[in-house]
């Protein structure tokens, strides 16, 4: 069917404006998205063949031309997940690792660090990062009272910021396959352009100032911990091995899988980053899948069907978000947001104030999308085209800074919906909760690219940052107390 051409209209944002607000005026994730792509359809096919285009979107998600392994793999991994977890809560397993860890973390900032650290450490993949570090930390988190959205906050800041910044990583091999033609050396303009990537610095920074002060800011006072897990831990105890074996498998076969995988699908002599480039993601998370919940379901000495089912149900919401989310991506694709955004700053002439302009047409490209990819290889290109190459590294840099902040505070994006499902928490609790600290270190951000049209040297510029962090987290109370009390449980 023939398709209205939104790109040089307004009218493209529309979809996303409806989508973001009513998602936070009603809190119904779900009903807002399906509305908002409802919108985009209506916008590009007109009343009558609206439906059917939504439809054949729909069918694209499963069926394009042939099966799309993507959406079955995501969605067998995660219905494995969730039956893993439930697994793991049934051995016991989940309590008695929060009782072992007890004599060696024994405070909320413990849980806090070791959540953070988690996070860093497992930077291959956003998606991987979301849901592991979930399934290690939420026994500690509820036996020392740390609320669930604070810990869907560490997931979700230590998954995008950490995968952004790692040439070894999924996104860094694919954001280098996209600097290539714009430099002779592509990994020496990522080191370049990851020093002025304010955002996922910043983002980082404050994510290690919350835990390590326990800081409550905006919503984030209003979050509830679940009850302590000390009760339960009398009840069940389980052994440790049923819990360390199968997240152990779970990590090991899916890094393994990852790299075999990219390597089957690279040409040429092998390559971690060729092989990053080439993964195939979904594929890798189900494999490390496997291993894992087959250990939990023979370890489980009882109704081991009826437990798993119970587990992969509690999933259903994420998985319903989840594809409800990539079809109003696939609508707004054809409503062109992305071109109709990127041809206002081809249009404007802003000198110096370009990486400030890139940053904010970034920010807006990836809340009107959830994808921070989508708005990399739109964007990254087009500042490529922009700038001179004295400007290129502060230009890239805000774009990935555009794109990880909107990723970050998007309803719709993927990652967001999986560090909800990883910290098992509502989801738009957890985008409100999130959204102060996401603000503040955009705020700081547009200090930054503001003062860069002033030509100051890179080390000035996050000198004033760094100034301008500890002036507004004093003011905001975020320092908290240097001493650590031990949280009872």
Not at 149 to 163: F, G, H, M
Request: net charge neutral; charged share 10%; aromatic share 8%.
């Amino acid at each position: 069917m023939d398709l209205n051409d939104l790109s040089q209209s307004s009218l493209a944002l529309l979809p996303t404006l409806l989508t973001l607000g009513l998602a936070l005026a009603t809190r119904r994730i779900l009903l807002s998205l399906l509305l908002g792509s409802a919108t985009g359809a209506w916008l590009l096919a007109g009343s009558f063949d609206a439906p059917r285009y939504l439809a054949g979107k729909a069918l694209a998600l499963f069926y394009d031309g042939g099966i799309s392994w993507w959406t079955l793999q995501v969605v067998g991994f995660l219905l494995m997940l969730g039956a893993l977890s439930r697994l793991l809560q049934a051995s016991g397993a989940a309590q008695a690792f929060a009782e072992a860890c007890a004599s060696r973390i024994a405070t909320r900032r413990g849980v806090s660090l070791m959540s953070v650290g988690l996070g860093l450490a497992i930077f291959i993949d956003d998606y991987f990062n979301a849901l592991a570090v979930g399934q290690a930390t939420r026994p500690l988190a509820d036996r020392y009272r740390l609320s669930r959205e604070r810990l869907a906050y560490y997931i979700d800041s230590t998954a995008a910021p950490v995968c952004a910044l790692m040439p070894l990583s999924s996104w860094g091999a694919f954001m280098l396959s996209l600097l290539a033609p714009m430099a002779a050396s592509p990994m020496g303009l990522f080191v370049d352009m990851s020093q002025a990537a304010f955002y996922p610095w910043l983002a980082l920074t404050i994510v290690l100032i919350t835990a390590w002060f326990d800081w409550d800011l905006g919503a984030m006072k209003k979050a509830k911990a679940r009850p302590s897990a000390a009760a339960e831990l009398k009840a069940a105890k389980g052994q440790l091995m049923p819990l360390l074996g199968p997240l152990l498998a779970l990590i090991l076969v899916t890094l393994a899988a990852l790299f075999i995988t990219g390597a089957f699908a690279s040409s040429g002599p092998f390559s971690a980053i060729a092989a990053l480039e080439n993964t195939n993601v979904g594929l890798s998370l189900v494999l490390g899948a496997v291993p894992a919940l087959a250990w939990s379901f023979f370890k489980q000495k009882t109704q081991r069907l009826a437990t798993a089912w119970e587990g992969a149900k509690t999933m259903l919401p994420a998985i319903y978000l989840l594809l409800s989310a990539w079809l109003l991506a696939a609508v707004m694709k054809d409503v062109a947001v992305g071109r109709y955004l990127a041809s206002l700053i081809e249009a404007a002439s802003v000198g110096p104030w370009m990486p400030l302009a890139l940053f904010v047409v970034a920010m807006v490209m990836a809340l009107a999308t959830g994808s921070s990819w989508g708005t990399f290889g739109i964007m990254l290109p087009l500042a490529g085209q922009l700038v001179e190459p004295a400007m290129l590294p502060m230009a890239l840099g805000a774009v990935i800074s555009g794109a990880v902040f909107g990723d970050h505070c998007s309803p719709a994006s993927d990652t967001t919906i999986l560090s909800s499902a990883g910290a098992e928490c509502e989801h738009m609790d957890h985008v409100l909760t999130q959204l102060p600290y996401a603000g503040l270190a955009a705020g700081l951000c547009v200090l930054g690219y503001g003062l860069s049209a002033l030509a100051l040297p890179l080390w000035a510029l996050w000198g004033a940052l760094l100034a301008a962090l500890v002036v507004a987290v004093t003011l905001l109370g975020g320092w908290g107390t240097l001493a650590p009390k031990k949280q009872e449980v």
